[in-house]
């Protein structure tokens, strides 16, 4: 019997960050003896900025961290001891003194497409009308099909889907991940290629950050990492660090691992699709992170400065 929990999860409160934290809860459980009663893993939501404002497109709210600051707090002020992350929501900067020490093995990390007028992009009506709020998603559905009409469309897997089914858009884009994590996927219609649509960095991985030194949870948390899942996440998000993205800038990057090497691919794009950059590495895991950070000042150098002083006219 515990009078107070051994382990504090910090997470969202959404369906799908809870559907994670109890995924979290549940390995845990799996994998330590000491926590097989029900209250010795407590789930403590805390809204988040990003759960607070639902009726402006995040990129337009600007500023990083807006799905992980209140939770990161949490885990300062020793409220939680470990925060249950998206790994696409985490900045590359970490506040002081926390670090991701863990990550589950990655979902699914292609972008699913939701529409009873079509199987793929491509054959989408001409004209038709997508629902995304993510620049990334705009920009590679526009330099594909710049006749569609893409409108800012935000709220939780529920909600889209909703908006989707009363007929406000033709069509949508969700994570696969996601809608696996809800178990859910059967409402997908297609996932698409990671040619037609590269996914975000670090998209369909759960990340666990903790306190930087904090040995009684690095004890419980250590059991559940997935190494193959951090060399991945860390040359996609090397890429995202390197160009300093935040959710303003359309940055997709996806690193697998095939045999004893890291295959990364990057894209950074105009969010209107007019310009699309791309760039492959390919390389011992070992360097997943140089790799990110070398396909990142490529993108950088091939965009050339205007396209950043544009990106930042745009906005404002
Ligand atoms: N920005 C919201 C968000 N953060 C993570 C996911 C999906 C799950 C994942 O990528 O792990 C989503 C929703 C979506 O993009 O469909």
Redesign the pocket.
């Known amino acids: 019997m515990t009078d107070t929990p051994i382990l504090r999860l910090g997470t969202r409160g959404s369906p799908?960050a809870l559907a994670q934290a109890f995924e979290v809860k549940r390995l845990l459980q799996e994998a330590h003896s000491d926590l097989k009663d029900e209250e010795s893993v407590e789930i403590v939501v805390i809204k988040t900025t990003g759960d607070k404002i639902q009726d402006r497109a995040l990129s337009a709210i600007g500023g990083k961290g807006l799905?992980t600051k209140e939770i990161e707090d949490g885990l300062q002020d020793g409220s939680i001891d470990i925060a249950v992350h998206?790994?696409?929501?985490v900045p590359t900067w970490l506040p002081d003194g926390l670090e991701i020490s863990t990550v589950l093995e990655r979902?699914d990390p292609r972008d699913a497409l939701f529409s009873s007028k079509a199987n793929s992009l491509a054959d989408l009506p001409k004209g038709a009308v997508v629902g995304s709020a993510?620049l990334r998603r705009q920009a590679q559905i526009k330099a594909k099909r710049p006749d569609l009409e893409v409108i800012t469309f935000r709220g939780s897997?529920q909600t889209r889907l909703r908006k989707l089914e009363e007929g406000q858009v033709d069509a949508t884009l969700?994570?696969v991940?996601?809608l696996n994590?809800l178990k859910q996927s059967d409402l997908i219609t297609a996932a698409l290629s990671t040619e037609e649509m590269l996914p975000?960095p670090a998209?369909?991985?759960?990340g666990l950050e903790v306190r930087i030194g904090d040995d009684r949870v690095r004890a419980y948390v250590d059991a559940i990492h997935h190494e193959p899942t951090m060399q991945r996440i860390t040359a996609e998000r090397a890429c995202l660090a390197e160009l300093d993205g935040s959710c303003r800038t359309p940055i997709a990057a996806l690193a697998e691992i095939e045999g004893d090497e890291l295959y990364l691919r990057t894209m950074l794009a105009a969010t209107d699709g007019s310009k699309i950059f791309t760039t492959e590495r390919r390389g011992p895991i070992s360097s997943a992170e140089e790799m990110g950070r070398s396909a990142g000042r490529e993108l950088k150098e091939q965009a050339g400065e205007a396209f950043f002083k544009t990106l930042e006219d745009q906005q404002s």
Not at 86 to 89: L, R
Not at 203 to 206: D, F, L, P, R, T
């Open positions: 799908l799905f998206s790994m696409k929501d979902e993510s897997v969700l994570a991940a996601g994590r975000a998209q369909g991985a759960v």
